[in-house]
């Protein structure tokens, strides 16, 4: 006992100067963020000397937290519901980072990367009334192509996820049916199919179940050369799921975008969007009373909206349509520093 | 007292330690405490330091059941707006709907227990086998090998068992096993086609990780067995067999008992390796081949995400729940060994 007080002292001691000199800021949140996030805190504390730590703890886990005020700033997939909102001591402000793409992938041998499908043919599948791949309803979309008799097993998330959420949105968006039995959430009540732990177990299910379909983020879709379906979009077109494609939705958003950015973006209008992504917002105080911090955050995000964009390509995060950048520099300037 | 049969009595101090219910037996102390009064120097210094001791130690076996009564009493509170809303209809019910905050915790509650009872079928007479075969069979060459290969499978990350399961058995299992199990003999237990994700896997996955748990500690209950009790055993006429029957494994009761409980709470509260292997489909069905769920992995894999109040109520009461399970099933493995020994203790004084 007695030996033990000095070390309690002494590590007491150093712990001191660590937490009151360095400008540091806590987050937590998104895990789909995380990769471009801490690309981003990297090098931003690299040029600037902030230290920006980030627990990607989930979104929902994330949100809790900023509730609670332990930390500075949050980050979701999913946007607050006002119910939570209401609960927020402070106002708290939602800010896209990023976009968000959901690949629909399948496995069946011979059968090459492609497939057209509708959504109502896709909500089909996913409640369990289309049951064969050689359905008429598949077969008429795809002349040409010899889909075989195999049973569809459906694979999902079995984790509380931001790629559910945007998947079942855009479902309920689609399909009344879809709306009416199931609905929307990061984690819901599936009517078939086996889930999966994270983006991997769902690929796993689907590589070795022949005859599964399921959903993964675009980005774990194109690094694993996945086959994927090609989904109609309102416009009508097939648009190829990629970065460019999943960009064009969120510009096709700017025309009924709210003014607090809490809105969904599946299923948008364009030629070549992709009909199933959402956002990732950073959620932040609409006021800090640390003006050092606070200054801090708001040149962060403002980074973020500028050289941030530029890394996203390279670690598979579609840009931010420069018109709606200039939208959320306006929000981010309406933050207030100091008391 | 004709014949010293309790395992826990180390022969050099008779009557040392009787009734002890112990799960290692050669930590029962006989020895110590022939020792004392000659180790004992100046009776001042001792006077001091035992009380000190005594509260010290006190201290820390209090601060366990405090730590586990705050933990419950956190989690009832966390649980009540669950508790209060969903009432009895969350053990009656199986539909776990978060979109429309509807949320019965029937199907997790099953897929734990029924996972845990395969695994455990599974596990006890192979892990039992096993320190029979290593403590009375085995050539001496064998047993420091085997036993040692057999506990490196604790040291592996349950992890890393959820991935060799859904990677290599799930797909081994549906293909070489499952079919067979289904035509020879089907319903209600083998139903197919099945991806090899299912219930039964994931009883298998568990049984092989709880293995080395029954396995070592039932070997160092068998040590503990004086080697005069096997002698006496074979002088009386018994068979190799009737040996390790009557003088080994008939005497080891309570500390099998124990090594099997532990095992089956590392069973029960498993969450990664089942939750890679099980389907994760909430849903209570007869039907082992069939995807299932359970409590541990619900937890683990919504907890994270979940925003309204009454998930995060309906998944704090399940964890209630599973802290009611382990209980429960600790009570039961308490009892059993009670009666056990008491009975032991009967056939001693006849």
Not at chain 1, 204 to 233: C, D, F, H, P, W
Not at chain 2, 95 to 111: A, E, R
Not at chain 2, 195 to 219: D, E, K, Q, V
Request: hydrophobic letters at 45%; proline letters at 7%.
């Amino acid at each position: 006992m007695l030996k033990l007080k000095p070390l309690f002292l002494s590590l007491s001691l150093l712990a001191l100067p660590a937490a009151s000199f360095a400008l540091s800021m806590n987050g937590a949140g998104s895990t789909f963020i995380y990769p471009l996030a801490s690309k981003w805190f990297s090098d931003y504390n690299k040029s600037t000397g902030v230290e920006i730590n980030y627990q990607s703890i989930g979104s929902g886990a994330g949100i809790r937290q900023l509730l609670a005020g332990t930390i500075d700033f949050g980050a979701s997939d999913a946007p607050m519901p006002d119910s939570l909102l209401a609960k927020s001591p402070v106002p708290i402000l939602h800010l896209p980072a990023t976009i968000g793409a959901v690949a629909v992938v399948y496995n069946l041998p011979g059968v090459p990367t492609g497939m057209k499908l509708t959504p109502d043919v896709l909500a089909g599948i996913f409640l369990g009334s289309i049951t064969k791949w050689n359905d008429p309803a598949i077969t008429a979309l795809n002349p040409g192509m010899n889909l075989p008799a195999t049973d569809i097993s459906v694979a999902h998330r079995s984790d509380g996820s931001g790629t559910t959420n945007i998947f079942t949105d855009y479902l309920t968006k689609v399909s009344p049916d879809w709306a009416s039995k199931v609905g929307k959430g990061t984690a819901v009540n599936w009517p078939v199919g086996l889930g999966g732990k994270g983006n991997e177990a769902v690929a796993g299910l689907v590589k070795q179940v022949e005859g599964a379909v399921g959903y993964v983020e675009l980005a774990y879709a194109i690094k694993n050369n996945l086959t994927y379906v090609l989904i109609r979009n309102q416009a009508g077109n097939y648009p190829t799921p990629s970065l460019e494609t999943t960009s064009a939705a969120a510009a096709g958003s700017l025309k009924t975008m709210p003014a607090d950015f809490r809105t969904s973006i599946t299923n948008m209008p364009g030629k070549d969007a992709y009909p199933i992504c959402g956002f990732t917002w950073f959620l932040v105080y609409q006021k800090y009373t640390d003006a050092a911090k606070g200054k801090a955050l708001v040149d962060f995000l403002n980074w973020a909206m500028d050289e941030g964009q530029k890394m996203g390509p390279d670690l598979y995060y579609p840009e931010l349509p420069a018109s709606l950048v200039k939208k959320i520099k306006a929000s981010i300037a309406t933050i207030q520093v100091g008391q | 007292m004709p014949l010293n049969t309790d395992p826990r009595t180390p022969p050099v101090t008779p009557g040392g330690s009787r009734g002890q219910a112990d799960l290692k037996p050669q930590q029962s102390g006989g020895l110590v405490q022939n020792k004392t009064p000659e180790s004992r120097p100046s009776r001042i210094k001792k006077s001091w330091g035992d009380p000190v001791f005594k509260s010290v130690t006190l201290i820390f076996a209090g601060a366990i059941l405090v730590l586990a009564l705050a933990i419950a009493v956190e989690l009832w509170v966390a649980a009540y707006p669950s508790i209060q809303g969903m009432g009895w209809h969350f053990f009656m019910t199986q539909k776990w709907d978060p979109v429309m905050n509807h949320f019965g915790g029937l199907s997790f509650i099953y897929g734990t227990v029924v996972s845990s009872l395969i695994a455990f079928l599974i596990a006890t007479p192979f892990g039992i086998g096993i320190s029979v075969f290593l403590t009375e069979m085995a050539p001496r060459a064998l047993r420091e090998p085997v036993s040692f290969l057999i506990e490196i499978l604790a040291a592996i990350p349950s992890v890393v068992y959820g991935l060799w399961g859904i990677f290599v058995l799930a797909p081994l299992l549906s293909v070489h096993v499952y079919p067979y199990l289904i035509r020879w003999i089907g319903k209600p237990f083998f139903v197919g086609p099945s991806t090899g994700l299912s219930l039964l896997s994931a009883g298998i996955i568990l049984a092989i990780m709880i293995l080395p748990t029954i396995m070592s500690i039932s070997r160092e209950v068998f040590l503990a067995i004086p080697r005069s009790a096997r002698e006496g055993a074979l002088a009386l006429g018994a068979t190799r067999w009737e040996t390790i029957v009557v003088a080994v494994i008939s005497p080891s009761k309570p500390g099998l008992m124990g090594a099997i409980m532990l095992g089956l709470g590392r069973a029960l509260g498993e969450t990664m390796a089942v939750t890679m292997i099980i389907g994760n489909r909430p849903e209570v069905s007869l039907n082992l081949l069939g995807p299932s769920h359970s409590i541990a992995s619900v937890i683990a894999n919504e907890f994270a995400e979940a925003t309204s109040d009454m998930h995060l109520a309906a998944l704090s009461e399940l964890g209630l729940v599973l802290m009611g399970i382990t209980i429960l099933i600790n009570i039961a493995a308490r009892v059993l060994v009670w009666s056990t020994s008491s009975k032991l203790r009967a056939l001693e004084k006849a």
